[in-house]
């Protein structure tokens, strides 16, 4: 795998479902599987095969670390990227999500012009491919 | 024979002067010269004789026999020849002597021809006149009756010379008796046997009596003798007088008459025996002075002297420092020991008050009298020439110590005199101002400060004994922790304290006490008297003596409890807050982007315009949320910062790679410039986010086309970043509120620029959490430039490229 094509993404808002998914799909030229709850990707996760597993950090039920705990389950998710997305600025919190093993945190308000290149950045940067 | 008669002349006019001084001319008839006359006339058988002074004109008769007349003119008198020799002159028939024949005396009434003078020769040698008979017969004298009347003239000079000397002791007698009436002094005198026989009018006066016949066992009592003390009455042997008539010389001998019904009299005596020329002891007098007046005047000035003493040596608050005349100190005391470091022994007789002043302030001084007086003025006239002019003399100084230390004092010179007014030396009275008024002042202020502090501050506060236990506290105290005051000082802290918190107030006690920290401040937990558990601030500071000596503790205690709760609310609120504004603020904004973005394909021209404002206003939501969140956190000190040794350069250019967009829209050039190698101690992202700030609101206050430059260069021990741009500047009214929170300038401008008001103020926090501060300059219509200044650190072998560079 030369690029990065497919991504799971968890998010209990439907409007930034949306948002994301175009910036993806449509800016980027990526493949998405959008979740909106941590349960239903653990379930789709190992048959949707992602690249980079792209969570939303506060959510109602499961959370984006338990989320991700749980992803841990069903498919070797050191072999992925995994991007936080977050709503909290707090460079605390965002110290607190690289232990979990994040390669990265976005936060939000994100651009969704220029999200799909970052993404892109951030796998290539994971995957040693960056130049 | 011109000098003959010149002797001649002087001779006589001796002779005139002791004839005047006999004073005998013109007096009465006086029975012992007539009964000479009278014995001349029978002894030598003669109608006449006479006693004949040769005066300038005449002759006068002291007595004569057988004449009425009682002078005749000198150019007839037989008796002018007679006293011009010693020997008798006897002229037996004047008609045949040639000097006396046509003598009117001897032609006419009473036709003398026989004449026998015998000069009066007195002791001093002069011939006053003589003893002479007459007759109207020539005739002989027999020898002996020349040789009885030369024994009666011989008489006669005796007689005239008696005269003298009972009249001179009959003036010494009248000139003694008032003197001795006329004396301020009292006298008292006894005769050859010791009976008193003389006071005078004041020893009468003094003693209330007489010299009375008395035993002298019975003088002190009589007298009213007492000695000097006024209480012992006076001994015999102590009595002056009989001291004087033993043989004594008495000196100053005091002694008090005390009369009933009079005030003490105090007299100094002074005596001695008297004898006659044969040294038999006539008698012994004795003069008393008066010297109750002075014996006062002594015993007040002894009083006011001892007064003076004390007062100047309690003094130790003032410095009092006497002269002589010349200025050398004759008088230092304790309070001018204190203030100078000398001692007295150092300077009294030794120095001038000139050692003791700074020779700047005297130069000073010298001029401004010197120009005043219109002459020069130096050294020790510098301190009493003003008041020798009776002028008051009032001036601050500055005084050198001892030790070379400096103490500001006001000086007051004053002149002393004797009573003539003269000068005999000046008095100099110091303070010390810096003790008098900065101590005691600022001690009277921090006391009632303190007072009014303790009694009303709204939090707890207590003062501590070293071990634990309450000295004193104030009303909030009692209340916080529910106490009555009486109880709570029976108590001690650690009673109150929760007993997980002890152990770290106590560490912090002993650091205080060893002086390791200065105060110290700690959340603690403690009981109040109902059980419940206080959340508080505690503040503790330690009292100590002025040796050092640690005297008690000052604590203040602030319940948090409610505060601590309100703090987890808000800080939950913004986070919840700040999270459920950013999701939908994401998907606004997301899909603004996109749209604008063209991602969804065109939108016609009218559209577009409206959803490019709702774009702006979206990103200025979210940098609002932004900011809010930052600040709260900055509040509330819960932002982390994270200090990492960096590069400045590649700091720098992320920061204009990251604003160049932002640039680019308000068509703003970015500008770097810097040529050395710096490096800072900052975290980066807070860094960016300080560049970020300044640089967007250079960025938006610069018109079109115009050009924002950083700038960084080496300053002291630190760097200076500055950010310049060109726009309107800011406003003077404005100025002062830059840095403070929701400060913005006016309406017009916020509408036009944007922003929360907040940039700058979380802006000048974050530098000041990485050790640095900012300030700015600007000139309206010019531009400003805002200037971070932080710590540097070099890093040795790096070199950053020189001059500027343009990004856009």
Known sequence: MTTLQRILHVEDDESIITITRVALETVGGLTVLSCTRGREAIEQAAEFAPDLLLLDVMMPDMDGPTTLAGLAEVIDVARYPVVFMTARANSDDHRAYYDLGAAAVVVKPFDPMTLADQLKTIWNRFNGSER | ?808
């Open chain 2, 1 to 808: 024979m011109h000098q003959e008669n010149g002797d001649i002349d002087r001779d006589e006019a001796e002779r005139l002067a002791a004839l005047a001084s006999y004073d005998i001319l013109d007096t009465p008839p006086e029975a012992e010269f007539d009964a000479i006359t009278r014995l001349a006339s029978q002894l030598c058988g003669t109608p006449i004789a006479l006693i004949s002074l040769v005066d300038e004109m005449r002759q006068w008769f002291k007595s004569q026999q057988g004449l009425s007349v009682c002078q005749t003119p000198r150019s007839l008198a037989f008796c002018a020849h007679a006293i011009r020799q010693r020997e008798p002159l006897v002229v037996h028939d004047a008609r045949c002597d040639s000097r006396f024949a046509d003598n009117p005396l001897v032609v006419d009434s009473p036709y003398i021809r026989f004449y026998a003078g015998i000069p009066l020769e007195m002791e001093s040698g002069h011939r006053l006149g003589t003893l002479c008979v007459i007759d109207r017969q020539p005739r002989e004298l027999e020898p002996a009756q020349l040789r009885s009347l030369e024994d009666l003239a011989r008489l006669t000079v005796s007689l005239i010379e008696q005269r003298r000397q009972k009249r001179e002791a009959r003036t010494r007698h009248a000139l003694l008796d008032s003197l001795l009436e006329a004396l301020p002094e009292g006298v008292v005198a006894c005769d050859d046997r010791g009976e008193l026989s003389f006071f005078n009018s004041r020893a009468r006066a003094w003693h209330g009596a007489g010299p009375e016949r008395l035993p002298p066992e019975q003088w002190s009592r009589r007298f009213d003798l007492f000695e000097a003390d006024g209480r012992t009455p006076l001994p015999l042997e102590r009595i002056p007088l009989r001291r004087a008539w033993a043989g004594e010389t008495v000196r100053d001998q005091e002694l008090c008459i005390r009369v009933p019904d009079q005030p003490p009299r105090f007299v100094a005596c002074n005596g001695r025996a008297f004898f006659d020329d044969h040294g038999e002891r006539l008698g012994a007098v004795v003069g008393m002075h008066d010297i109750t007046q002075r014996k006062r005047a002594e015993r007040e000035i002894a009083e006011t002297r001892a007064h003076l003493q004390a007062v100047i040596d309690a003094s130790t608050e003032v410095a009092i420092i006497s002269t002589d005349r010349r200025g050398l100190i004759t008088l230092f005391n304790p309070g001018a020991e204190r203030l100078l470091g000398y001692t007295a022994d150092e300077v009294v007789g030794q120095l001038t008050p000139l050692a003791f002043h700074r020779p700047d302030e005297l130069e000073q001084r010298a001029a401004e009298l010197s120009r005043e007086l219109d002459r020069p003025v130096y050294g020790f006239d510098l301190f009493v020439l003003t008041p020798r002019l009776g002028r008051p003399e009032n001036r601050d100084w500055t005084y050198v110590r001892r030790d070379g230390g400096q103490r500001r004092v006001r000086l007051v010179v004053s002149v002393m005199q004797d009573d003539a007014g003269e000068p005999i030396g000046y008095l100099g009275m110091a303070l010390d101002l810096s003790r008098l008024y900065a101590v005691e002042e600022a001690l009277r202020l921090s006391e009632a400060q303190f007072r009014t502090a303790f009694d009303t501050a709204p939090q707890g506060m207590a003062l501590v004994s070293l071990e634990g236990a309450f000295i004193e506290v104030n009303r909030t105290l009692c209340e916080m922790w529910e106490y009555e005051r009486e109880v709570l000082l029976k108590t001690d802290f650690q009673t109150l304290t929760h007993p997980d918190d002890l152990a770290a107030d106590l560490t912090q006690v002993g650091q205080l006490i060893s002086g390791e920290i200065p105060y110290y401040q700690m959340p603690k937990r403690y009981f109040t008297r109902t059980g419940r558990l206080l959340c508080c601030q505690l503040s503790v500071s330690l009292v100590r003596d002025g040796q050092g000596r640690p005297q008690y503790f000052v604590s203040q205690i602030q319940d948090i409890t409610e505060q601590r709760q309100l703090e987890r609310l808000k800080s939950e609120f913004v986070a919840v807050a700040s999270h459920e504004l950013r999701t939908p603020l994401t998907s606004i904004k997301g899909a603004l982007d996109l749209v604008n973005g063209g991602v969804i394909g065109a939108v016609p021209e009218s559209v577009e315009e409206m959803l490019r404002v709702a774009q702006r206003n979206a990103e200025r939501l979210g940098q609002l949320i932004d900011d809010l969140l930052d600040w709260e956190k900055l509040a509330a000190d819960k932002l982390a910062f994270d200090l990492q040794r960096h590069a400045l350069r590649p700091l720098l250019e992320d920061a204009l790679d990251s604003n160049l967009g932002y640039a680019e829209r308000f068509g703003v050039v970015l500008v770097l410039q810097g040529d050395e190698s710096v490096a800072v101690e900052v975290d980066a992202l807070r860094f960016a986010q300080v560049m970020a700030n300044l640089l967007s609101n250079a960025i938006k206050f610069s018109p079109r086309g115009g050009t924002v430059t950083v700038r960084y260069r080496r300053h002291d021990a630190g760097v200076c970043i500055e950010v310049e741009d060109h726009g309107d500047g800011i406003p003077e009214a404005f100025r002062e509120r830059v840095f403070q929170h929701f400060a913005q300038a006016e309406a017009g401008t916020t509408r036009r620029r944007g922003g929360t008001g907040l940039g700058l103020a979380i802006t000048k926090q974050l530098v000041e959490h990485m050790h640095g501060c900012i300030d700015f300059a600007s000139t309206l219509g010019q531009g400003s430039v805002f200037r971070v200044w932080l710590p540097a650190v070099l890093r040795s072998g790096e070199r950053l490229e020189n001059g500027g560079e343009a990004r856009r």
